[in-house]
């Protein structure tokens, strides 16, 4: 049997896969000074604000492999904080572990690029939590680069 990729819009059906990825996203944070249960709100309540409607122009992708969904996208319109000009942004990207490395995310980025590029965006902005690494390398393949970090200190 060929395999088949797919990238197309989200539905309200894909909501259940969405969540379903939660706990994987909120995992790889890898964040020792707040709790799992804190990280795990946090993500849970991320996608629920992703999902709902807005006249902010945003895409939410979903990639599956014949006809079953391993992977998801979503982007949105941002403003850069160094040029204040309005671009792209991933908050999220993730694909299940079993079909990681077979080119999904890949291809999710590359058609979040055409969105972007069809808004009229010079720039597509990420963010990568800091202890994700194989995502840092995954991002740099793709051709992002660092532009700010990000740091935090544990006051306790």
């Given at each position: ?15 259940a896969f969405?969540f ?14 707040h ?32 006809a079953k ?24 990207l ?9 080119g999904?995310?890949?291809?999710l ?12 965006y ?11 690494n ?23």
């Amino acid at each position: 049997m060929k395999t088949q990729i797919n990238i197309r819009k989200a539905t309200d059906i894909d909501r259940a896969f969405i969540f379903e990825l939660s706990p994987r996203l909120a995992e790889v944070a890898q964040l020792a000074w707040h709790t799992d249960e804190v990280i795990q709100k946090m993500q849970d309540d991320y996608i629920t604000a992703m999902l709902v409607k807005s006249a902010v122009p945003q895409i939410t992708l979903i990639a599956e492999i014949n006809a079953k969904p391993y992977g998801f996208i979503h982007a949105r319109s941002h403003t850069d904080s160094i040029s204040g000009e309005v671009c792209g942004t991933i908050p999220l990207l993730a694909v299940l572990p079993k079909a990681q490395g077979q080119g999904l995310g890949k291809l999710l980025i590359e058609s979040v690029e055409v969105w972007a590029k069809e808004l009229g965006y010079r720039l597509l902005h990420l963010e990568v939590f800091a202890k994700n690494n194989k995502a840092y390398s995954f991002y740099q393949q793709q051709g992002f680069t660092a532009e700010t970090v990000h740091m935090i200190k544990n006051l306790n």
